[in-house]
């Protein structure tokens, strides 16, 4: 995690092209040849802080209160998580902010992204699996959590492209739960009892 750190001041300080694999692992203390050893590219550095992110939304609907429906359970996972102080301190939205910018930028910072966004999703699917659905089928339960996973994506991805502060009406948890209330209609009683 120490060299996605680095990766991610340098990135912020000066930028994706500024920022050269070998000053990362300068940053990080260690050798470029560790630095490859672990990442391929620079841009694959930070995808240990976005896999964090989308691991902490996952965790929160996985750690919902039980008796929640499946939609009451997302909203509360997205509120623990997009909250500042909650799931991630208000400093580290700024970071958040340049780096999901970053990726809208960058085809090769933008495939890591995506990548660890579709991870989540996977993984999200298996957290409904648990949440007692195992007798549903995968290719529902792969659709719902591409679904919620989306919702929040889409909020932090429009947040990032903004100026608004990451706390309020148009802050990241404001518009997944704006995003989540959209798909009120969705069928999710065929993924979670209520």
């Known amino acids: 995690m120490e060299i996605a750190r680095a ?3 340098l990135f912020v300080r000066h930028g994706l092209r500024a920022t050269r694999a070998e000053d990362i692992a300068q940053v990080a203390g260690i050798a470029p040849r560790t630095f490859y050893r672990y990442f391929a590219t620079k841009e694959e550095a930070v995808a240990p802080l976005y896999a964090a992110g989308a691991a902490r939304w996952t965790q929160a609907v996985r750690n919902a209160p039980a008796h929640l429906p499946l939609p009451k359970a997302l909203e509360h996972a997205a509120r623990h998580t997009l909250t500042p102080g909650a799931g991630v301190s208000a400093a580290s939205w700024d970071w958040v902010r340049t ?3 970053l990726a809208t930028s960058s085809p090769a910072l933008r495939r890591v992204w995506a990548e660890v966004c579709h991870e989540s999703e996977q ?5 409904l699996a648990h949440r007692g659905q195992d007798n549903v089928a995968v290719p529902t339960l792969n659709f719902a959590a591409a679904v919620a996973a989306a919702a929040v994506r889409v909020a932090v991805e429009t947040w990032a492209a903004g100026s608004a502060p990451a706390e309020g009406p148009d802050g990241p948890g404001a518009l997944a739960m704006h995003n989540l209330d959209a798909l ?10 209520s």
């Open 123 to 127: 993984e999200l699917a298996q957290v």
């Open 184 to 193: 009120r209609n969705f069928p999710w009683e065929d993924i979670a009892p």
């Open 7 to 9: 990766a991610a001041a």
């Open 99 to 101: 780096l999901v910018r």
